[in-house]
């Protein structure tokens, strides 16, 4: 095989795996940055990390010993630990590029200095309409938008040298073919061409991740063209790249390889150490097996960890039975919130099937006039935002509306709270609340057609049906529905903040969770819906109101979403739910709160709305910051038991699932989307600075997409600095996603084996398992597949039989 | 001329992989100037890393997906070089096989 512009383009994309998903900050989405090393067993994707970039999948080992020294990891917990060593290291070849060499042999700065010009050209090529003059030949792509305007560039001048325009014009038009010239000119040998474009990436992998995220090969191929031909311009053509610069991978200087070890075992003791308090915890729990009476309400909450001391003081105050699902209520849907376009609504998983559109509800009072009204302040606010990006429109604007918007922005800083309610206030008297629906059928659809899935309208009733009883099979509620059923997605609300998003929905692709909840409530509220799940072996009473909320979990306030669709025969219940809702949201707003710095205890609740809208505040929540397990199985498992907002919890209920089928959807489906976020905040708490996205009060939107710390440079990935640790001190405490589960243990052998993907994360170590329940007692799944008996029960020691795989044969 | 007489040798290649890679392959075959492809998700079966169920409710990204192309034999060679480079990376299988169609037209063959 030669290198020719179309095996180029195959290195590129090859390479590209091993790139941290990103996604854009506006719809922030939780990933393992490590993603595309997951078919490594952690602690080799570990040594990769070190010696490819010097970063490390570990706390510092000084931290480790604190922790040990106050009892955090126990002398029992690391002798169990070491007991399960293993290293066989796996390694890759790692090479150094034509720049990174020749500033090794002469002392220079030439990588770094193609770095910038290379970002400068990333952060143009991407920008998404946050700058006022769009790039002119983008539709050339980045290389052939670079080519044609570089020579005009007098960083280009300062990096090459004279002449610099000549050799620009001279270089193909064609990224692919420029790109293998180099590599053939250079030298750079066949068996390492991917190697090499990975090194390329390893120099800005923010930028190559945003380009990668196109899906178009163009884009990574255009960055290599334009990295390779610019190391091209400023080296030497003597200079030729050799399989000396290619090592083979040990860590090397970098980090020692026998450190990696030891913190592999710190870190393992850490984990053994949380694995064992949560099971205590569970298994101790006295346990009621039913509630005194039936709830006359059930509450369908999102896995989100935020939704478990919500839960909890929910259950507390009145009769009220919890359930947990993933927070996209199992729609693969598109919503395009009222004159919004469509955005996706469910985990980047998982691929969208139907677009669902809210619109005013014409079989409602007023909707009209109220939506007229509604354009007007909607365009006079986008036309404030769009004053402060224009060159010369400032000016004016702040002598026409300075004297007003001047003592709003005195008062946003020194009164927050005050200023949140005014605009509040403000907002709701001028813009009176639209009553809306969403679109759920498929336009022109009598409703009745095939299950085709459908992209761009909604859906067919049949479909309707099909995701309805997905939904209701998956979080266990097939019987015994309460008259009402509210369904809870979750938002937040935060200020000044270009990482809303995460947090947001995970679930719902860092969206909020309201229009999904919406949904579903209006899918099963549908009688010819409940006709098909009748037929399906779902009976839903008459008697039964499905009713859609969205909790805030910025303020832990909870809000009733089209309660003007619900029959006054439920009024007087959901009158007192919504009461009880503000009581357990002050509870919980009050305990959460205690763990955010600068807190006013003595009025939780008020600090928490004030921190909602307080434009200077870095911390307005702590998210899923010290996430540590899901949890899944019936709420009795954990009903009562303070996991301290730390446990993702889906229901499930074993007895109803004999062929696993269910149990196999959760484990596919949110266990992996727990895994992704569990590692986004692991990554950016072991080693900020790689992984995360720096220190808020440094940050800089760009391009509409991410953030510089400064002013230039790499796009930033990962979670700011203020998402996991404040003032110096870390809040959470990084941990691989244990998962829980009551189940047999012989299901649970037959999903993973049917599973390759689940079976990868936990034979790599990416994950963890314990199975079991609190009365026959707990067993981990080790990575070689045997069974482990953890604290608790009586279970019997002797390993299960399991199936091998082709590998293992 | 018998039937198998009229036809036009061509190679096949078939791919399985993740979901969350076949995006990637069809991007080779269509640089590779094949004309068209065919694209199965959710597929399942057993290979080098265990069994794969190809019922997954919530995860397009790891349900696998089988691609398979047939272009002209001068144009298989590049083309299966590329794929063999991915799927040093990833996980995924490549066949490749020979086979005959009876409208090289379609497949970017240009008939005189």
């Known amino acids: 095989m030669t290198v020719n512009p179309f095996t180029a383009r195959s290195s590129a994309l090859a390479a590209s795996v091993a790139l941290p998903r990103t996604f854009p900050i506006g719809s922030f989405v939780a990933t393992n940055p490590l993603h595309g090393l997951e078919h490594r067993s952690f602690e080799d994707a570990a040594r990769i990390l070190a010696a490819t970039t010097g970063a490390s999948a570990y706390l510092p080992e000084h931290d480790y010993e604190r922790l040990h020294s106050i009892g955090r990891i126990t002398d029992s917990d690391l002798g169990a630990a070491r007991s399960r060593q293993r290293s066989t290291p796996d390694l890759v070849p790692v090479v150094r590029t034509l720049t990174e060499r020749h500033d090794d042999d002469h002392g220079t700065d030439l990588a770094d200095r193609v770095d910038a010009v290379v970002a400068k050209w990333c952060a143009v090529y991407l920008d998404r309409g946050q700058a006022s003059w769009d790039l002119p030949h983008r539709e050339l792509g980045l290389f052939g938008a670079w080519r044609s305007l570089a020579p005009g560039d007098p960083g280009l001048a300062r990096l090459v040298g004279r002449r610099a325009r000549r050799r620009v014009a001279a270089l193909p038009t064609n990224a692919a073919q420029a790109l293998s010239d180099v590599v053939r000119r250079r030298g750079i040998e066949e068996m390492y061409v991917a190697d090499y474009f990975r090194a390329a990436y390893r120099r800005l992998p923010g930028w190559a991740s945003a380009l990668a995220r196109s899906g178009d090969s163009d884009d990574l191929v255009a960055y290599l063209a334009l990295r390779l031909?610019?190391?091209?311009?400023?080296?030497?053509?003597?200079?030729?790249?050799?399989?000396?610069?290619?090592?083979?991978?040990?860590?090397?200087?970098?980090?020692?390889?026998?450190?990696?070890?030891?913190?592999?075992?710190?870190?393992?003791?850490?984990?053994?150490?949380?694995?064992?308090?949560l099971l205590q915890t569970l298994t101790s729990q006295p346990r009621s097996t039913r509630p005194a009476s039936e709830p006359q309400v059930q509450a369908v909450f999102c896995i989100d960890v935020r939704s478990e001391g919500f839960r909890r003081h929910l259950e507390d105050v009145g009769s009220y039975a919890t359930i947990g699902f993933a927070g996209f209520f199992g729609l693969p849907i598109r919503v395009a919130q009222l004159e919004g376009e469509p955005v996706a609504s469910c985990p980047v998983i998982v691929e969208p099937r139907a677009t669902v559109r809210e619109v005013p509800d014409v079989d409602a009072p007023s909707a009209a006039r109220a939506h007229d009204h509604h354009d007007a302040v909607g365009s006079a606010w986008a036309t404030r935002h769009e004053e402060k990006s224009a060159p010369i429109a400032p000016f004016a604007f702040a002598e026409a509306a300075g004297w007003v918007m001047g003592p709003l922005a005195a008062l946003r800083t020194f009164a927050p709270r005050a200023a949140a309610r005014l605009a509040e206030s403000a907002r709701r008297?001028?813009?009176?609340?639209?009553?809306?629906?969403?679109?759920?059928?498929?336009?022109?659809?009598?409703?009745?057609?095939?299950?085709?899935?459908?992209?761009?309208?909604?859906?067919?009733?049949?479909?309707?049906?099909?995701?309805?009883?997905?939904?209701?099979?998956?979080?266990?509620?097939?019987?015994?529905?309460?008259?009402?059923?509210?369904?809870?997605?979750?938002?937040?609300?935060?200020?000044?903040?270009?990482?809303?998003?995460?947090?947001?929905?995970?679930?719902?692709?860092?969206?909020?969770?309201?229009?999904?909840?919406?949904?579903?409530?209006?899918?099963?509220?549908?009688?010819r819906v409940r006709d098909g799940l009748t037929d399906a072996g779902i009976r839903i009473p008459d008697t039964t109101w499905f009713v859609a909320g969205e909790h805030d979990t910025t303020t832990d306030e909870v809000r009733i979403l089209d309660r003007h669709r619900m029959p006054s025969t439920h009024h007087d219940r959901l009158d007192r739910l919504e009461r009880d809702l503000a009581v357990a949201g002050r509870r919980c707003a009050a305990e959460r709160q205690s763990l955010l710095p600068g807190v006013d205890t003595q009025a939780a609740a008020e600090d928490a709305v004030r921190r909602a809208g307080d434009w200077a505040e870095p911390v307005a929540e702590w998210g899923l910051a010290r996430n540590a397990a899901v949890v899944v199985g019936p709420r009795q498992l954990t009903a009562g038991c303070d996991l301290e907002r730390r446990v993702f919890l889906h229901s499930y209920d074993p007895a109803a699932d004999p062929d696993g089928a269910i149990l196999g959807t959760i484990l596919t489906g949110p266990l992996v989307v727990g895994h992704w976020i569990s590692s986004q905040y692991y990554f950016s708490t072991v080693d900020p600075q790689r992984f995360g996205s720096g220190t808020k009060p440094l940050h800089n939107v760009v391009g509409?997409?991410?953030?510089?710390?400064?002013?230039?440079?790499?796009?930033?990935?990962?979670?700011?600095?203020?998402?996991?640790?404040?003032?110096?001190?870390?809040?959470?405490?990084?941990?691989?996603?244990?998962?829980?589960?009551?189940?047999?243990?012989?299901?649970?052998?037959?999903?993973?084996?049917?599973?390759?993907?689940?079976?990868?994360?936990?034979?790599?170590?990416?994950?963890?398992?314990?199975?079991?329940?609190?009365?026959?007692?707990?067993?981990?799944?080790?990575?070689?597949?045997?069974?482990?008996?953890?604290?608790g029960g009586t279970l019997d020691d002797a390993p299960l039989e399991r199936s091998m795989t082709m590998e293992e044969r | 001329m018998t039937g198998q007489q009229r036809l036009t040798p061509m190679t096949r290649i078939d791919v399985v992989v993740a979901g969350e890679d076949a995006g990637s392959?069809?991007?080779?075959?269509?640089?590779?100037?094949?004309?068209?492809?065919?694209?199965?998700?959710n597929v399942s079966g057993l290979g080098h890393g265990g069994h794969h169920d190809g019922r997954v409710l919530f995860n397009d990204m790891d349900a696998l997906t089988m691609l398979f192309t047939v272009v002209p034999d001068h144009r298989a060679d590049d083309l299966i070089d590329a794929l063999s480079v991915l799927l040093e990376e990833r996980p995924g299988v490549m066949f490749v096989s020979q086979t005959a169609v009876g409208r090289p037209g379609y497949f970017g063959v240009v008939e005189e």
Not at chain 1, 242 to 267: H, K, N
């Open chain 1, 229 to 277: 031909a610019l190391e091209d311009l400023v080296l030497d053509p003597e200079e030729r790249w050799s399989d000396t610069d290619a090592t083979d991978g040990s860590p090397g200087d970098a980090i020692d390889g026998d450190v990696i070890e030891r913190l592999a075992l710190w870190q393992e003791a850490l984990e053994l150490g949380y694995r064992n308090q």
């Open chain 1, 429 to 527: 008297a001028a813009e009176p609340p639209i009553l809306t629906v969403m679109q759920i059928d498929r336009p022109g659809s009598d409703h009745r057609g095939d299950a085709t899935p459908g992209g761009a309208g909604g859906m067919t009733e049949a479909e309707q049906v099909m995701m309805a009883h997905g939904a209701l099979v998956t979080m266990s509620l097939t019987k015994e529905f309460a008259p009402i059923v509210l369904l809870c997605g979750h938002r937040s609300t935060t200020a000044n903040n270009p990482f809303a998003a995460s947090l947001d929905c995970g679930a719902c692709a860092g969206k909020a969770g309201g229009p999904n909840a919406r949904v579903l409530a209006e899918m099963l509220n549908r009688p």
């Open chain 1, 704 to 791: 509409g997409i991410g953030v510089y710390e400064g002013v230039g440079g790499d796009l930033r990935m990962g979670l700011p600095l203020e998402s996991v640790a404040f003032d110096g001190e870390r809040v959470h405490e990084p941990l691989r996603l244990l998962a829980v589960v009551q189940a047999p243990r012989e299901r649970l052998e037959q999903l993973i084996a049917a599973n390759s993907a689940v079976a990868q994360l936990l034979r790599n170590g990416w994950i963890r398992l314990v199975v079991g329940s609190p009365e026959e007692g707990w067993a981990e799944r080790l990575r070689d597949g045997n069974w482990e008996r953890c604290i």
């Open chain 2, 25 to 41: 392959i069809e991007e080779l075959f269509t640089a590779a100037d094949a004309t068209g492809f065919t694209s199965v998700s």
